[in-house]
């Protein structure tokens, strides 16, 4: 393989790495989701649900329509496959990880235990691990305790639930899966096999791990997007790169307008193309660090949700669109549950991409709207592909200002 990688090739890499380009099974049961699982290495959790909850995205992405309570059992059950960690950010991993963020959560022990908060409530951490000592797992609404009231609105998280989450991070709690996609919390020694829990992986071979586990999900990537993946310090992150370089499983490469060098996985392909049509969520592993899409890609994306909705120029949650081996533009979608439509608020060609986007992404809308249980697609009359997108779907446009924003 050459020194030099050219951009488009780059790109084919990396998708390749990510498992596009790949024909759709023709069904997708748990080994499937077994073998993506240990191709990304984790998924990112996130608790909008205004189109579908961004963990099930990359392997719709992916496989194409799949029975979510396939991945439910696998990552929502107390004794499952899979738990969650701070590994990117929050994100489903294997449990057989354990050990490998043990690392981590020293770091945050350490880092917190300085905290004025904790300080303050180790009382009530004392007594949330005594009561699940006790009781055994439970979701934080379960507690009783005067502090377990929400402040704020959104996410505004009460003194319960900020105490579990700090306990979470340096590893007093772990998850016990979810009910209703609440976090269920539980004392390590309840949920994790003793033999992990007694399993100690030092610092340095941890980060060695993880970096050798990032540039294959990656195929490809500078050391800032391998330092990303599970989101860790550049100094470790370099010095780990440096001994994979030496013993031959990473090589230095050039990617003419890269600003940095990049590094090449010694499993990584080089596809002559990428055949595929996805909508990515905006936390999948191809967009989830910025920078890098738009280094690759030349796709500059924000996600609006936050933005108030006068100022937002794409959509509350617009997708990314992916054809072949181009993102060439991004859809904003809801999942009209109520009245059985899946909505497309938005529709947005990117500059300078091929056209036909409205071709390949038809029919993948007209899977999401399956996989979700909707039996009709409405596209709201906004964004510079959303007449023709309509035209491709066979229906026709709808006046947004009839419906009321998100």
Known sequence: MPDTITPAAARRIALAAQGFGRSHPESVGTRQLKQLFERLGLLQI??????????????????????????????????????????????????????????????????????????????????????????????????????????????????????????????????????????????????????????????????????????????????????????????????????????????????????RPAFLHGAARIPRRIETAALLSPFDPVVWERTRALTMFGFHYRIELYTPAPKRIFGYYTLPVLVDEALVGRIDLKSDRQNGVLRVQSAWHEPGAPAGMEERIAPVLRQAAAWQGLGDIEVMDRGDRARSLAAELGTTVTDPDSRPAP
């Open 46 to 259: 996130d608790s909008v649900n205004v189109f579908e909850r961004s963990h099930y995205l990359p392997v719709f992405a992916r496989l194409g329509g799949y029975d979510k309570a396939l991945l439910d059992r696998l990552t929502f059950a107390r004794r499952g496959p899979y738990t969650e960690y701070l590994a990117h950010v929050a994100a489903f991993v294997p449990v057989a990880d354990y050990p490998l963020w043990g690392f981590r959560r020293a770091r945050l022990r350490e880092k917190y235990s300085r905290d004025e908060w904790v300080a303050e409530n180790r009382p009530m951490l004392d007594w949330l691990l005594a009561e699940l000592a006790d009781k055994g797992p439970m979701p934080a609404s379960r507690f009783e305790h005067v502090e377990n009231v929400r402040k704020g609105p959104w996410w505004g998280w009460g003194d319960v639930k900020l105490g579990l989450e700090y306990l979470f991070s340096w590893g007093e709690v772990v998850s016990a899966g979810r009910r209703n996609f609440e976090r269920v919390y539980a004392l390590p020694q309840q949920v994790i096999p003793s033999a992990l829990l007694e399993a100690e992986i030092p610092a340095d071979e941890a980060v060695r791990e993880l970096v050798r586990r990032g540039s294959r999900a990656l195929g490809i990537g500078t050391a800032k997007d391998i330092a990303d993946y599970y989101r860790l310090s550049s100094a470790a992150t370099r010095l780990a790169i440096d001994e994979l370089v030496d013993a031959g499983e990473l090589r230095r490469v050039t990617v003419p307008g890269w600003p």
